[in-house]
């Protein structure tokens, strides 16, 4: 029988209605369905640590209420397993969270599914660890070093549900196998059925972005017109047992899917087609055929896969210091080259008001900001006599909070300084974490799940976070 895979999040900040149709439809359907939600990237992991780091009641992801509460009910009613890298950080404080809501269910509770072992901080000094690149950087002294998490695959994932979890709270897990896990579950393919577990990759890899598939980042008016974005479906991904897949949306919703949308999101982030690694597969595009074969559905077939590498990913989170930004607006005649002159006397003054390792970099928005080098060419050919909206940007970093803010004083101070017309100015500062990748032994990482114990979860403990945290 056909099971359905549902993305509920494609990125932690994503929409939390975006689940409320995937559910409807699923259960519709009426077929084995599971909803995932992927909301963990590399940055996003770096934001957790520090949170956890000021709060040990944060550290997961900050939106887990609103995007389970509308939809949490329903799954539980039907059978449909959800499945989350949500835990981010605080595995266990996002079960927590998950209890409270359970709790409050019709049902009264849930078996809740928590993950282990991607966190290998404690025995980073014992594990050989190999550069994922080359300029990667040494690794951080002990003193600096907030974190480390490998990419698990989707073993634990699936041991998790073979405990009977209706949800399941993971770490750091590479993204797709949340979408392969349950495939494995139900279907019960082997670990070394490279094609199937290469096309349930994919799956995964289809749907993790959500709205990306269905027309989302695919949408460019006049080249790409994409109908509805407000009220986009995110992708419902059909797989057989074979491993053959259809990319689908709930009906009724916007967006499109279409040969193109799918073909965009099947090469997203994939450095080599003929070699995907993933933790679990290592996957052959080079055959892959697509095809749509109705409205909003398209057939993915000839995905091939090899055993899985030796290593795995692992992402190490420390301390970098301070970095701030402060931002100031120039409008008007001739804006360009005042926003120019605003920089170069910006540049000159922290030559002699700032320490030369303070490390800054300046930009022009609204002039080719997102394109230019780490090295802040402003001096691209546009008329002296330009007129516009320009904002200029500085972003600064050092060891030392105080010269951060130093720096951005001085663009504050250009207010009355000069030159002419600058105004809006907003500054901000905070902690940097800094990370880099390595690749660890797969025999060095210990992951395994277990149900979580919610009997120990105390509930005047959730009402003090929530408080703590502006929830209503």
Known sequence: MTFLLGSGAGFSGDRTDAAIPVVRELIRRGQPAALIFETLGERTLAAAHRALRDDPTAGFEPLLEELLTPVLDDCLKHGIA?????GAANPDGACGVVAELAARSERGGARIGRVHGDDIRARLGEVDLERWEAESRELPGEEALISANVYLGAAPLVEALELGAEVVVSGRVADPALFLAPLVHH?????????????????????????????????DPGCKEVPGLARVGYPII??????SLVVTKPAGTGGTVTERTVKEQLLYEVHDPANYLTPDVVVDLSAVTVREIGPDRVAVRGIRGKPAPQRLKTTVC???????EAEISYAGPNAFARAQLAAEVLRERLTFRAPPELRTRLDIVGHASVFDSDA??????????????????LAAEHAERRWVERATQELLALYCAGPAGGGGVRRQFQRRVCTASYLVQRSDVEAFAALFDTTLFDTKMANERRVAHGAR
Request: hydrophobic content about 40%.
């Open 318 to 324: 420390y301390e970098g210091g301070w970095q701030g």
């Open 187 to 219: 279907f019960g393919w082997a670990w070394n059925d490279w094609d199937r577990l290469a096309a349930g990759m994919m799956a995964g890899h289809l749907g993790e972005c959500g709205a990306q598939v269905t027309g989302g980042y695919f949408a």
């Open 82 to 86: 959800i499945l989350g890298n949500f």
């Open 238 to 243: 059909e797989v057989e047992e074979d491993g």
């Open 376 to 393: 802040g060419d402003l001096q691209r050919s546009v008329p002296v006599t330009a007129s516009g909206d320009y904002r200029l940007r």
